[in-house]
């Protein structure tokens, strides 16, 4: 078959064929992509009209309710928040005890209600703005759920005082759950395992004119912690009265450690018939831990 070369500008047969089609079919095509343009607008319109029909009068209806319910939702959220916030610390009357002629111990019972914060403040006991009892402020703390005096022994005053018990620079600490396995009351236990043993009375020497009161006990440390510092109240009660306070401090206190105290009173004393000994030691401090080696 002989080859017959197309020259530039020549029309070929399939386009011939495609240009009638085309002039025959334009007004067609023309009308079938109006038609498809009615009905995608008409589409439009019935789906916007049923939107709008769905959201005043159906769902719409029931999503209000839901967003209604949950702006509701926001007072008990609130009302949680509040739940978790710490409570005022609780604190009576300070008690005021005879220790020497113009010389007084003065303690003060507090209560920490609760059990996931814990607490740094000042205080001191004053009579009013202008007769201090104990001028100084005592920085003290206070662990979640704690019970424990607030003293200023030694206190002088001409007359037996009966002051109130002034707090300030009061700052609440709230605990981290996760750093306190399995939970904080089984991980303070360990660390406040301060037992006191042996605890005697020695009554004054009959005859003798000093008239000298002691007590003695051990300080064993059963925990698996070192301390730098353990403060131990000693109250001497008569009944169920308080009769007389002391306090005695061990530096560097050694796990398994079993140390001895000695306290002495020179003032006299009813028969005491029991001895509380409270060892204090702030065990949400790092700096209260001695470290190995130390």
């Not at 019935?46 to 967003?67: M, P």
């Not at 111990?105 to 703005?129: C, K």
């Not at 003293?151 to 981290?176: C, D, K, M, Y």
């Not at 401090?249 to 009173?265: F, H, I, K, N, Y």
């Amino acid at each position: 078959m002989a080859f017959t070369p197309v020259r530039e500008g020549q029309l070929t047969e399939d386009r011939l064929k495609w240009g009638y089609w085309w002039i025959t079919h334009k007004l067609q095509l023309r009308r079938y992509l109006i038609i498809f343009l009615i009905v995608f607008d008409a589409l439009t319109v019935l789906y916007a009209g049923w939107r709008f029909v769905d959201w005043f009068f159906l769902s719409g209806v029931q999503e209000r309710q839901a967003i209604g319910q949950l702006a509701g939702s926001y007072t008990d959220a609130r009302g949680l928040r509040l739940a978790a916030m710490a409570q005022e610390m609780q604190h009576e009357e300070p008690i005021t005890l005879g220790a020497g002629e113009g010389v007084y111990d003065i303690l003060g019972r507090a209560t920490n209600p609760n059990t996931r914060y814990w607490a740094e403040f000042d205080y001191r006991f004053i009579l009013s703005e202008d007769a201090l009892v104990t001028p100084k402020f005592s920085r003290f703390f206070i662990l979640p759920g704690e019970s424990k005096y607030l003293t200023a022994l030694g206190a002088r005053s001409e007359i037996a005082p009966s002051p109130r018990l002034e707090i300030v620079n009061f700052q609440w600490h709230r605990l981290n759950a996760h750093l306190y396995w399995p939970d904080y009351a089984t991980w303070s236990a360990a660390r406040l395992n301060l037992q006191p043993v042996g605890a005697a009375v020695t009554p004054p020497v009959p005859g003798d004119a000093l008239r000298v009161s002691r007590v003695k006990f051990e300080l064993r440390n059963e925990s698996a912690y070192s301390y730098r510092k353990v403060r131990s109240l000693v109250l001497l009660l008569a009944g169920d009265r308080i009769a007389a306070a002391n306090t005695v401090t061990m530096d560097r206190l050694q796990a398994g450690e079993t140390r001895p105290a000695e306290l002495v009173w020179t003032t006299e004393l009813p028969t005491i018939t029991e001895v509380q000994i409270l060892p204090e030691v702030n065990i949400l401090d790092p700096g209260a831990y001695l470290k190995p080696g130390e």
